[in-house]
């Protein structure tokens, strides 16, 4: 608990204590929840790449809470074929950080080539400077990140039609994001990546993953948020996504 906070009765049996803007209450092994509506939580949900606390531990009592939670997600026929790879070993990490670099090189060079040649909006262009940057530290400092996380789904899309392919990642993404929420309640940040499965057998080689059975949806960075204070990130109107009756 940090120095600043302060314990309130909620009325309910338990424990709140205001800190850094929010209430966070006792709760279970993994110590607090923050105190957010749903719509909070889900619009302030963010990547995290800058502000991951890269020198505090991550216990496992708090990852297999944010499991638990991720394993209510619904999924195709019920058929929970859902696992979650948890790499703390500091070797592991640094060599899945290094399959990372090497599998986003193409996607960093096309960054640069976009920024050094500009889209001639300037906003447009800030905007994605703030992304490479932001993405670039990641990669930089990825294996100091505590936990990895990789999703996994048994059973490969490879060559399928399109109905069973959507069935196995919307099986597959629900709970990665579950999982992603729950950490958010837990004081948690990451951000989903996928650019290390340009080299996904290499990562499978690496973690003992069978590759040909079981295939990775991304790569989470997990560590506790520096801060707990995260706001809703600017997007389209909804008038320009939402299609009543047909598009």
């Avoid at 729950?182 to 590759?211: C, Q, S, V, W």
Wanted: charged letters at 25%; glycine letters at 8%.
């Amino acid at each position: 608990m940090v120095a600043s906070s302060k314990v309130l009765d909620n009325g309910r049996g338990r424990r709140l204590v205001s800190c850094d803007k929010h209430l966070i209450f006792c709760f279970g092994s993994s110590g607090y929840l923050l105190d957010l509506l749903p719509d909070e939580l889900l619009t302030t949900t963010r990547s995290v790449r800058r502000r991951l606390d890269l020198s505090r531990p991550v216990g496992r009592p708090v990852i297999e809470e944010c499991v638990g939670v991720a394993l209510q997600a619904p999924n195709a026929g019920n058929r929970q074929e859902i696992h979650f790879v948890v790499v703390e070993e500091r070797g592991k990490r640094a060599s899945l950080a290094e399959i990372y670099r090497r599998g986003s090189a193409d996607y960093f060079e096309r960054l640069r080539t976009g920024l050094a040649t500009g889209s001639g909006d300037p906003a447009r262009d800030a905007t994605m400077r703030r992304v490479f940057e932001s993405a670039w530290y990641l990669r930089e400092h990825l294996h100091q990140v505590p936990v990895h996380v990789v999703p996994c789904i048994a059973g490969r899309t490879d060559g399928l039609p399109a109905p069973a392919q959507a069935a196995r990642w919307g099986s597959i993404f629900p709970s990665a994001w579950s999982f992603m929420l729950a950490g958010r309640a837990r004081g948690l940040g990451m951000t989903f990546t996928t650019l290390h499965l340009n080299l996904e057998e290499d990562a499978a080689k690496l973690l003992g993953i069978p590759y040909k059975e079981v295939m990775q949806a991304g790569l989470l960075p997990v560590a506790y948020a520096k801060g707990a204070s995260f706001r809703p990130a600017p997007r389209s109107p909804t008038s320009k996504a939402v299609h009543w009756d047909g598009w």
